[in-house]
């Protein structure tokens, strides 16, 4: 697969220290009696200071990494200065202002504190474009590498967050997950599909809107963790499932525990060896298999239901069944939210690495995809392979695998905010 290519060695790790301002949709007037309601929006969205985004780096602590998934890790730490300040008055226009949000306006005038105050007409919820009306600007829009199909352009906005700091220069990124219980770590896959490969926990810093804008402090050793693919994904009582290319595994690491609770070899299973698990992902609850299991192999795109029950504090894997199949080689992949602009019905979308494309497909009321129903998202995008949606604002993360440069993570916002865990 993916680990006979070559592997970019730049040493340059990116941090972003600016913190930028909101912008606000268009929509409908708004009155006055709104003003409770855009700053109770504000307070709740809002996770990251308005008056600072500076990231701090916290001490990276040392770790030995052998590749035996059982050697203890390092626990992580990361410091993010980030308070939140929400300040709103009602005028007799019936306008109102906040730190991060508007009930109404249309001009966005950012100030040195990194608050914004608009005028004109703007809907609280959703512009126009139906993406929630307050966002924040990340300072790297992402370049011409990637490029959004036109059917999206009018919704959805890419950024470049760049190579996570403390995860060395080269080292291919796999799937990536927000801590269960705290929505400012992130968790990633680094030295995917290699014999060293880690899963990583790094800071993030929220906006004034609540979208990720930066990394926080540097990367921390969470877990050994060899040949980590494509997706990272909470399960039930907050087990973290993972998978492995091309040993063809699935583990389970436990809240706090710095080795797996088990790790399932899937081939005896009916899961091809020479198909391995890549992608992994649950049902969301609006379906008829609410908490289900679903996996994909790479190279071929074997889609299987995963059977698992529960064994004390973690859970058995007891068999797969096949699916379906979907083309161009694919890896991540994430149920896209409901609601979100552009989606009539339920989809995912699926990082196509072999093609280096993004699709999304319509699923069935058991959460399967139909691949007759495949359309692009990204008509182009370099070497696409974790796929996640963020709980806070929705934002959608892309981690890229032995692309022509330092792997990084792009975001995508406009998505509506994916449903909670399963449970």
């Known amino acids: 697969m993916h680990g006979t290519m070559g592997r970019p060695r730049a040493a340059l790790l990116i941090t972003i220290l600016g913190l930028p301002g909101c912008t606000d949709g268009e929509g409908d ?3 006055a009696s709104a003003t409770a309601t855009a700053t109770t929006t504000a307070t709740t969205a809002t996770t990251a200071t308005a008056t600072t985004a500076t990231t701090t780096a916290a001490e990276t602590e040392s770790s030995t990494s052998t590749g035996d998934p059982t050697t203890t890790g390092v626990e992580p730490t990361s410091t993010t200065d980030a308070t939140s300040t929400t300040d709103a008055t009602a005028t007799t226009d019936g306008t109102s202002t906040t730190d991060g949000t508007t009930t109404d306006g249309t001009t966005d005038v950012t100030t040195t504190d990194g608050t914004s105050t608009t005028e004109g007409d703007t809907d609280t919820t959703t512009g126009t474009t139906g993406a929630p009306a307050c966002q924040d600007d990340l300072p790297n829009p992402a370049g011409p590498e990637v490029v959004i199909a036109d059917e999206f352009k009018p919704f959805y906005t890419t950024y470049d967050l760049g190579p996570v700091p403390g995860i060395p220069g080269g080292a291919r990124l796999g799937g990536c997950v927000i801590h269960y219980d705290d929505p400012d770590k992130l968790l990633v896959a680094g030295l ?3 014999p060293g490969g880690k899963i990583y926990e790094i800071g993030v810093v929220r906006g004034p809107c609540g979208n990720i804008i930066g990394y926080s402090g540097l990367a921390t050793v969470v877990v050994d963790a060899p040949y980590v693919d494509a997706n990272l994904a909470y399960g039930p009582k907050a087990v973290l499932f993972y998978t492995h290319w091309p040993v063809d595994q699935i583990s389970q690491l436990l809240p706090g525990a710095m080795a797996p609770a088990s790790t399932t070899n899937m081939m005896p299973l009916g899961v091809n060896k020479d198909q391995g698990v890549s992608g992994l992902g649950f049902v969301p609850p609006s379906f008829n298999d609410p908490g289900g299991i679903r996996v994909l192999s790479w190279s071929g795109g074997y889609w299987y239901h995963v059977a698992y029950s529960p064994l004390g504090d973690h859970f058995s894997i007891d068999g797969t069944t096949e699916i379906t199949k979907l083309p161009n080689g694919p890896g991540g992949f994430a149920y896209v939210p409901k609601g979100s602009p552009g989606f009539d019905t339920e989809h995912i979308i699926v990082s196509e690495w072999s093609a280096n494309l993004v699709g999304v497909y319509e699923v069935n009321d058991l959460g399967d ?6 359309k692009d998202f990204f008509v182009v995008f370099p070497r696409p ?19 022509n440069m330092d792997d990084r993570i792009y975001i995508v916002q406009g998505f509506e905010e994916p449903p909670p865990l399963p449970q």
């Open 29 to 31: 007037d708004t009155d």
């Open 192 to 194: 995917s599909e290699d």
């Open 369 to 374: 995809p139909d691949p007759q129903t495949r």
């Open 385 to 403: 392979w974790g796929a996640y949606f963020e709980p806070v604002k929705g934002d959608f993360m892309f981690l890229t695998w032995g692309a």
